[in-house]
């Protein structure tokens, strides 16, 4: 069993491993042994999560997840199948950690008056900086 949080875990038989070759460093070993491991996880059809946490799921994660709601997970860094299996079930609970996990409602905030008022002085010193600028009298200046 994986556990996500306190509550939810879900069982290693929901879990579909596939192992190919990996890219990058490596000499010889890349060439031969299958070290990248794939995890598969059919979230639609989990038993261990209710439908509510499948859909926050589903949503959060639309980006990993194809058309039929298997949510997938690649993990190659390190040089041994027996590493990546493990890095890849880690960072599918931290996927899901994250997906199940809810943001705070946002509450409404007024504009502080200070900011309000420091923001109307600076208009007010742009508009007058403007003002004299075009105050300037061109056909006396030129007379001289």
């Not at 950690?97 to 008022?117: H, N």
């Not at 061109?138 to 007379?143: A, E, G, I």
Request: glycine content about 4%.
């Amino acid at each position: 069993m994986i556990e996500i949080t306190d509550r939810i875990s879900v069982s290693e038989d929901e879990l579909e491993f596939r192992s190919s070759r990996s890219g990058g460093p490596g000499g010889q070993n890349v060439n031969k042994v299958n070290t990248r491991v794939t995890l598969f996880f059919d979230v639609a059809h989990c038993e261990s999560l209710s439908q509510a946490q499948k859909q926050r799921i589903l949503k959060k994660l639309a980006t990993r997840v194809d058309k039929r709601g298997v949510l997938r997970v690649v993990a190659q860094k390190y040089r041994s199948q027996k590493a990546n299996r493990t890095v890849a079930i880690e960072r599918l609970r931290e996927l899901l950690v994250g997906a199940l996990k809810k943001k705070p409602p946002r509450r409404k905030t007024r504009v502080p008056r200070w900011a309000d008022e420091k923001r109307l002085r600076y208009k007010k010193q742009r508009g007058m900086l403007k003002q004299q600028r075009a105050k300037k009298d061109w056909n006396r200046d030129m007379s001289d």
